[in-house]
């Protein structure tokens, strides 16, 4: 949905020229005065998580924080959320991942393209010196980065800081359907289910500094519509001690999330092909 075919290939040699490049484009963009920030939370629009996840005055997700979030269905609620927040998004990409971000498919979680700033980048630690940079930029809105694997502590309390310092949300993402892209034949257009590891076992593996950790994995709905995708959100750990799980729909035309009922044992449906996060590459 927006995943292209294949990554571009960078000459090797050009990190360095690429972030500075980057921190000159940072540089223009704050002082073109997109610094704007209002609230301390963004709604997910669903009264029942977001009342858990802040106070009364200003319930939803915390800005101006580190947020960590794994599954199939990780990079579009990364979208999704960062689509509520005002400014431009620097989306740090992993370059080598088997498919390259489309930045116009990301329109049906509620993100312009025409707000991003895409940084290609061949290394984690590429990835993670263009999301310092973009946390520390205040005229940003939100700054995503994509990692196989999650950070170790001290890597995610430098971001967590920077966040602070300067209001700018970050979302660090752990796609579990990549286990399966990087496995896919290099020739050819199929269909690769994202059937990974699951959200819970993406981030088992270290300690975080993140203000809040969430896995969004495809979950069984048949009562799925065009345009329409399931997923089990579950808030692992947050720092006001909150946690929950729920299963939610997004509506890709009306922009919203909602809640799916569950039947009397807690299971859902079967997952079908559509809600279970599936993306096209090749």
């Given at each position: 949905?927006?995943?292209?075919?294949?990554?571009?290939?960078?000459?090797?040699?050009?990190?360095?020229?690429?972030?500075?490049?980057?921190?000159?484009?940072?540089?223009?963009?704050?002082?073109?005065?997109?610094?704007?920030?209002?609230?301390?939370?963004?709604?997910?629009?669903?009264?029942?998580?977001?009342?858990?996840?802040?106070?009364?005055?200003?319930?939803?997700?915390?800005?101006?924080?580190?947020?960590?979030?794994?599954?199939?269905?990780?990079?579009?609620?990364a979208a999704i959320i960062?689509?509520?927040?005002?400014?431009?998004?620097?989306?740090?990409?992993?370059?080598?991942?088997?498919?390259?971000?489309?930045?116009?498919g990301l329109s049906a979680?509620?993100?312009?393209?025409?707000?991003?700033?895409?940084?290609?980048?061949?290394?984690?630690?590429?990835?993670?010196?263009?999301?310092?940079?973009?946390?520390?930029?205040?005229?940003?809105?939100?700054?995503?980065?994509?990692?196989?694997?999650?950070?170790?502590?001290?890597?995610?309390?430098?971001?967590?800081?920077?966040?602070?310092?300067?209001?700018?949300?970050?979302?660090?993402?752990?796609?579990?359907?990549?286990?399966?892209?990087?496995?896919?034949?290099?020739?050819?257009?199929?269909?690769?289910?994202?059937?990974?590891?699951?959200?819970?076992?993406?981030?088992?593996?270290?300690?975080?500094?993140?203000?809040?950790?969430?896995?969004?994995?495809?979950?069984?709905?048949?009562?799925?519509?065009?345009?329409?995708?399931?997923?089990?959100?579950?808030?692992?750990?947050?720092?006001?001690?909150?946690?929950?799980?729920?299963?939610?729909?997004?509506?890709?035309?009306?922009?919203?999330?909602?809640?799916?009922?569950?039947?009397?044992?807690?299971?859902?449906?079967?997952?079908?092909?559509?809600?279970?996060?599936?993306?096209?590459?090749?």
């Amino acid at each position: 949905m927006f995943r292209s075919n294949a990554p571009k290939r960078e000459p090797s040699g050009a990190a360095a020229k690429k972030l500075a490049a980057l921190r000159e484009e940072l540089r223009k963009i704050e002082r073109s005065g997109w610094s704007e920030k209002t609230g301390k939370s963004v709604a997910l629009g669903l009264s029942k998580v977001d009342r858990l996840l802040s106070d009364e005055a200003s319930p939803g997700l915390r800005t101006g924080c580190l947020h960590e979030f794994a599954g199939e269905g990780a990079e579009a609620f990364a979208a999704i959320i960062s689509g509520r927040l005002k400014g431009p998004v620097l989306w740090c990409a992993d370059a080598l991942a088997g498919s390259e971000l489309y930045p116009p498919g990301l329109s049906a979680f509620g993100l312009d393209y025409r707000r991003l700033i895409v940084a290609r980048c061949r290394k984690p630690r590429e990835i993670l010196a263009a999301m310092e940079d973009g946390l520390r930029c205040r005229a940003l809105g939100a700054v995503v980065g994509e990692l196989s694997d999650g950070v170790d502590l001290t890597a995610s309390r430098r971001l967590q800081l920077a966040a602070e310092n300067s209001g700018v949300t970050g979302f660090l993402v752990q796609s579990a359907w990549r286990d399966q892209v990087s496995k896919a034949p290099p020739a050819g257009r199929r269909k690769i289910a994202g059937a990974g590891r699951s959200g819970r076992e993406v981030q088992a593996k270290a300690p975080s500094a993140a203000f809040s950790r969430w896995s969004v994995d495809a979950a069984r709905n048949s009562d799925n519509a065009a345009g329409t995708m399931t997923w089990r959100l579950s808030l692992r750990r947050c720092r006001n001690g909150g946690s929950g799980a729920w299963t939610v729909k997004w509506d890709a035309k009306a922009y919203r999330f909602s809640l799916v009922a569950e039947a009397a044992d807690g299971q859902v449906d079967p997952p079908s092909e559509q809600s279970s996060g599936q993306r096209l590459v090749g």
